[in-house]
């Protein structure tokens, strides 16, 4: 075998076969015929004669020994070997397309994957996207919902809070210290709140609420404000701490609310908070497996979720 030969024994070397190939404008020739049916439109769309289309087609016949068209009643139609060929046409001539397209398009830097809890992600961290947007219009952010230990590799930041070890091998940046307060509709405040501030209690019919995720909220708050837990008529626990904001905010009672998670409902008059809040000793950060380069996406990205605080 000749030492410049590809493949199999008896095949051709790539180069050879790629030397007989028909030349690339008749192939466009013959795409085109194919594609639209008709040797004229063909012409029309290539701005080429009729005949030019004609003779391009002709060759890629007598090269290959194959009919690729049949023309009867003054059209044509694609034989078998025409179809395959017009296949295979085609999707060639599309990756040319789409790899042209890429080529010309400038390099897009990758996304910046940060994992968010999903609470805060939804009420507090994406109706203030858009400003993160117009502030730094070059970093493109990917958002993924997810809470507890973080699997850097799979994402490249994580905003947390410090209810976990994460570890020594984690870096930190603090973001805001957590407060909490009791939050509930301005009606529901008006027949189950009487007074206000550190004199505002609950009346004897107030229900509860409570969410599976931050089972222990009630009863963190009691003690962070040095507090008694209100006596409740009624309690109910939802499954994410997301549901139990919304049942306070229809007025099925009251839950504890977040500072973040709340300030626009409470801003807006949605959400009451009649006895203000409290910081609870918990804390939000921004961890990373490396300590971010001053000026990198990921320093501006914490510069900006602490202004947003």
């Keep these: 075998m000749n030492s410049h030969d590809d493949g199999e024994p008896g095949s051709l070397p790539a180069w050879r076969e790629r030397a007989a190939l ?11 015929a194919a594609r639209l049916g008709s040797f004229t439109r063909a012409a029309q769309e290539l701005h080429l004669t009729h005949g030019a289309v004609s003779r391009a087609v002709r060759s890629i016949e007598d090269a290959l020994g194959v009919a690729l068209f049949e023309r009867r009643n003054q059209r044509v139609h694609l034989t078998a070997a025409g179809a395959r060929l017009r296949d295979a046409a085609a999707g060639a001539f599309e990756l040319l397309a789409a790899t042209v397209r890429e080529l010309r ?9 940060v994992s968010c809890e ?8 994406i109706p203030r996207l858009p400003a993160f947007q117009a502030a730094h219009p070059g970093i ?13 590799g799979e994402v490249d930041l994580a905003i947390r809070r410090n209810d976990f070890a994460w570890g020594r091998d984690v870096h930190a940046q603090h973001l805001f ?3 909490v307060g009791p939050v509930c509709s301005p009606a ?13 209690r609950f009346g004897a019919d107030v229900c509860l609420l409570h969410s599976a995720t931050r089972a222990g909220a009630w009863d963190e708050w009691a003690r962070a404000g040095r ?13 994410h701490f997301y549901f139990s904001l919304q049942a306070a905010a229809a007025g099925v009672g009251v839950a504890i609310g977040p500072w973040q998670l709340v300030r626009d409902e409470i801003e807006s008059g949605v959400l009451a908070a009649p006895l203000g809040f409290v910081a609870d000793g ?15 996406p990921a320093a501006l990205l914490a510069q900006w979720l602490r202004a947003q605080a």
């Excluded at 028909?22 to 085109?32: D, I, K, N, Q, V």
């Excluded at 398009?105 to 994957?113: D, G």
């Excluded at 952010?141 to 507890?148: R, V």
């Design 188 to 200: 529901y405040r008006g027949g189950h709140v009487a007074g206000a501030g550190r004199s505002a």
């Design 177 to 179: 210290d957590e407060r």
């Design 227 to 239: 507090r008694k837990r209100p006596a409740a008529a009624m309690e109910q626990t939802f499954e």
């Design 105 to 113: 398009e400038p390099p897009r830097k990758p996304a910046l994957v």
């Design 118 to 125: 999903p609470t805060l992600l939804m009420r507090w961290l």
């Design 22 to 32: 028909p030349p690339l404008g008749a192939l466009r020739c013959f795409e085109a």
């Design 282 to 296: 918990s804390a939000y950060y921004l961890l990373s497996p490396t300590p971010a380069r001053a000026g990198s």
């Design 140 to 152: 493109a952010l990917q958002w993924s919902a997810g809470g507890g230990p973080v699997g850097f």
